[in-house]
Structure formats: structure tokens, C-alpha cells
């Protein structure tokens, strides 16, 4: 365990390191900073780290960077309480109310916003809905025996069905079954709709709930959407990342496959955790060179979707935690004004 001497020389390292990304020796250190000690003293506590593993010296005659576990350090032991500043945080926030109520505009935002801040990769999910509820239901007459379905969940998605409808069809008694079904069935599920599908013997009023029923079973089979993955200019304009490209070409065939929402294993998080993982914490492979910050962010455990920026274990820490952490919470706020 480092001493406090120690813990402050390694705080002071790691912030130099991730501003310049080039080695820090012992006389930059003195040289940067009121640390009252000479630079032999320095030089025997860089040396302690080292011994801790916390630091390594990528060549003999070169200063020192901090290891995957001196990272871990730095985030756990050294940064307390961070935040973005209050103005920052009312640049975001402005952002946000000049675009629409707008589920898809709102991530593609958020997803922008974090790259263009951090220079790294932004991810952002939409909200994912394990158990999928009805908002509201309405049908559009189109011709007399066709219907259009609109059906709203909970979280904003819009879903739609064409219904070719059989039998005597009296359309003021559609629309009140409709009605009805809308004010009923909010919040509901569809295994609470099937059980009235079983009740039902009117053909039109069956083949609506049975549209219905589908729509709400596709929601809960398939992922809401596309993640929002911005910034791959940001990554490669790093120095770990910038010669030759080969580090980043993993992590790009990992997006194109559609494998990288995954790899985070947001679905193992608890609702508003927010978690670090660097370097060879990461269980695949391709992630190894990367340091990522991610939360989540929704209503419920059952109802999140995941925030999360991606860079190299260089990272800033003491920005993306905030930063992250600010944009689950604006887009928390968000999601309860579609409920």
C-alpha cells in the first residue's frame, strides 16, 4: 500500500502521463510541482511504486508510466468526488433542450457530446426494455377493411402494423374496443393481453389484440436499436493509436459486427452503477489496449440503456467519470418525460 507521500507523487505522475503520454522522470516531477523533496527522494519513491507494481519504465533510460494497476489506483484511492464543472454541466444541458422530444436525436447527441469532450469513442445505447409495456394503443381506418395499428411503449418507441380485418366491420365500435384497450392495458404486458385475447370472439377485435400482442413480443425479442458510436477520429488521433492503426482495427470490425455493446457487459451491471474497466480487465481480447468508463441509464433494472466512452488506458479518468455519470443522469430525466 502506498504511503501518502507516495500516493500523491503517483496522483501527480499519472495526471502528467495522461496529459503528455510521454514517460515522467523523477526531475519533472520536482520541476512541475511543490512536492518539497529533491529529486533523489522522487526518484526512490517512483522506484517503491515500480516495486508495487504501479509503475514500469518502458525503456532503462526513460522516466516511468503508471501500469494497468497503478491506473486502478489512481481511480479508486486518488480520485474523490469528481465533477464536471457547474457551467459545463449547463452547456449540456442547453444542448439537450434544442432538439425534440426525440429518443433518437437525444443519444445521437449524447454519444457526440462525450467524444467531442473526451476525445474517445462514445457509445450509446437506446433504452433496452426486458419486460416491454404498453403506453397507448390507437387504429387508423385506411380503407374499409384495412387498419393501421399505432401502438407506444413505455420509453417513446413508436411501433405500427397493417391489419387486413375480416368480417362485418363497424368502425365507431372498433375505435371505442380501441380506446378501451389503450386505457385498460397501459403499463401491461403482453401476457396481460393475451389472457383478454383468450376472452375474445369478435374476429376484428381478436385480430387487433393479436397485432398487438406480436408488436410487444418482436420489442421484447429484438434489441431497441442501434447503439451510437461516435469518435473514431478522436481514438486514432491518440498517440497509442495514431502509427500504422493495427491496435484500433480489432475494436472496428467489433462495431461493424455488432459486438462491442456486448463485450461491455452492461446487462451484468446494477441499475446505476457506473464502472471503470482498463486494459486486460476486459474479458475479450480486442479491448485489452482500451481504458472504459460506463454506466447505465433508464427507469428501472428492466428497463436501461448504457452510456459509455472508450479510449486508451491513458484515459482521463477524473473527466470521463463525471462526464459519463452526468449524461446517464440528463438522459434519466429524459426517459421520464416519454413515461
Partial sequence: MPTQRQAEILRLLVDSYIDSANPVSSGELVYSND??????????????LSEEGLLFRPHKSSGVVPTEQGYRYYVESLLQNV???????????????????????????AASILSRSLESLAVVTPVYHKDVRVKNVDIVKISEYRAMLVQILEGGRVQRALI??????????????VDILSTRYSGKTYSDIEIAYRGLS???????????????????????????????????????????????HDLLEAVEKGMLV?????????????????????SETFLHPYGVVLTTYGNTSDSHGTVAVIGPTR????NAIPSV????????????ELL
Fill in 35 to 48: 512536492l518539497g523533496v529533491s529529486s533523489a527522494t522522487v526518484r526512490h519513491e517512483l522506484a517503491e
Fill in 315 to 318: 484515459m482521463s479518468y477524473a
Fill in 164 to 177: 387486413q380485418l375480416s368480417g362485418g366491420i363497424v368502425w365507431s365500435n372498433l375505435k371505442e374496443f
Fill in 262 to 282: 456486448e463485450a461491455l457487459h452492461p446487462i451484468d451491471m446494477s441499475f446505476g452503477e457506473l464502472r471503470v474497466v482498463i486494459g486486460h480487465e476486459h
Fill in 202 to 248: 369478435d374476429p376484428a377485435q381478436k385480430q387487433i389484440l393479436e397485432s398487438s400482442i406480436n408488436l410487444l413480443k418482436q420489442a421484447r425479442e429484438q434489441y431497441d436499436g442501434e447503439p451510437f458510436v461516435y469518435g473514431f477520429t478522436e481514438v486514432l488521433n491518440q498517440p497509442e493509436f495514431y502509427v500504422g492503426g493495427e491496435l484500433i
Fill in 83 to 109: 465533477d464536471l464543472p457547474l457551467n459545463q454541466k449547463d452547456m449540456i444541458r442547453h444542448q439537450f433542450h434544442q432538439v425534440e422530444l426525440d429518443e433518437d436525436r437525444w443519444i445521437r447527441l
Fill in 325 to 336: 455519470r452526468f449524461m446517464a443522469d440528463v438522459l434519466d430525466e429524459l426517459t421520464m
